[in-house]
């Protein structure tokens, strides 16, 4: 319970006071989470607390130790001493975490990496050894990843500022309405489904989110379409998109389809066409952290996004 003399304080600045032995990095990240809420609502760190309000943080479970080098292929598409980007291939989870302990990215990325004496970042704790962004498990593509601390905070930086420019491709179930178009709805914690985030306004944990799009190719049944992000939320282009009426193709969570079968194309049975959301992360233009120079990664759309855009051109 806020005592009289706390009324006014940040609820981070509460917290810190009441857990010094706890960091501020690791109270951040568990707001971030929606562990910590204030009379039953979730909550932003820079909320002003009211004498007598009830502040409930369920602790998160203590991390692991970092992940264990694994011998796991990876096609690198820039390798030097302050940073690396890979082709994150799809069913791949970027970092540790509950029920997914081994073949991991970062699991991958040790082995790789940390036999040149060079090794990754620890900025982000021992648990994501050079992570600075994240894909989700069944996006493929792109994904940059720090080699130094100097370069990590750089990097970072460049997220912060919106100064690095992601590029997506997405086949949508449906066809956007326009040609090209800006999303600017925020995203908030979904009020009923922890693993799901939803649009939300006047929510505590809303926070301003913008999507560019653009209609490569209209299928009828489905479009191919360019995403550009302006802001980086969680599950961000799935919301977006979904919130619009097209979500992202054989996306579980936001379409309610796991599968992509022959007969969605109204073709003979056959093996499925796509057995994961149809979301590639096709490019992404950063600043050199050593260099300044501007760095631009891409990388082709894998076979299974490919081979589905083949049957909806043949079927079309």
């Not at 970062?106 to 894909?135: C, F, M, N, Q, Y």
């Not at 194309?265 to 992360?281: C, N, S």
């Not at 260099?291 to 909806?312: H, I, K, T, V």
């Amino acid at each position: 319970m806020v005592a009289d003399g706390a009324a006014g304080e940040r609820l981070d600045v509460f917290l810190h006071g009441r857990f010094p032995g706890r960091s501020r990095s690791f109270l951040a990240r568990a707001i971030d989470a929606g562990a910590v809420r204030v009379d039953g609502l979730v909550a932003r760190a820079s909320l002003k607390l009211r004498a007598g309000a009830d502040v409930r943080m369920t602790v998160p479970q203590p991390p692991r130790a970092g992940p264990v080098a694994e011998e796991i292929p990876l096609v690198f598409l820039h390798v030097d001493q302050w940073l690396a980007a890979v082709d994150k291939p799809p069913g791949m989870v970027v970092h540790p975490a509950k029920g997914n302990w081994k073949g991991t990215l970062a699991g991958a990325l040790k082995w790789h990496l940390e036999r040149d004496g060079v090794g990754l970042s620890t900025t982000g704790g021992a648990a994501r050894p050079g992570i600075v962004h994240r894909l989700d498990r069944d996006t493929s593509g792109v994904i940059v990843v720090a080699r130094t601390e100097e370069a990590h905070h750089a990097l970072a930086r460049q997220f912060e500022r919106r100064t690095a420019a992601k590029t997506y491709l997405a086949i949508t179930q449906g066809a956007p309405r326009f040609d090209r178009d800006e999303i600017d709805l925020p995203i908030g914690i979904h009020p009923y489904q922890r693993e799901k985030m939803a649009v939300r306004r006047d929510h505590s944990t809303s926070r301003q989110a913008v999507s560019r799009y653009e209609v490569l190719e209209r299928f009828g049944v489905a479009a191919l379409v360019r995403v550009t992000p302006q802001t980086g939320r969680t599950h961000q282009i799935r919301v977006h998109l979904a919130a619009i009426g097209c979500p992202v193709l054989c996306d579980g969570l936001y379409s309610g389809r796991t599968l992509i079968e022959p007969a969605f194309l109204r073709l003979p049975p056959g093996p499925p066409l796509l057995a994961r959301q149809a979301l590639h992360a096709a490019s992404l233009a950063i600043d050199h952290p050593a260099s300044g120079e501007r760095l631009a990664l891409a990388a082709a759309l894998p076979a299974d996004m490919a081979g589905l855009l083949e049957a909806l051109r043949s079927a079309t």
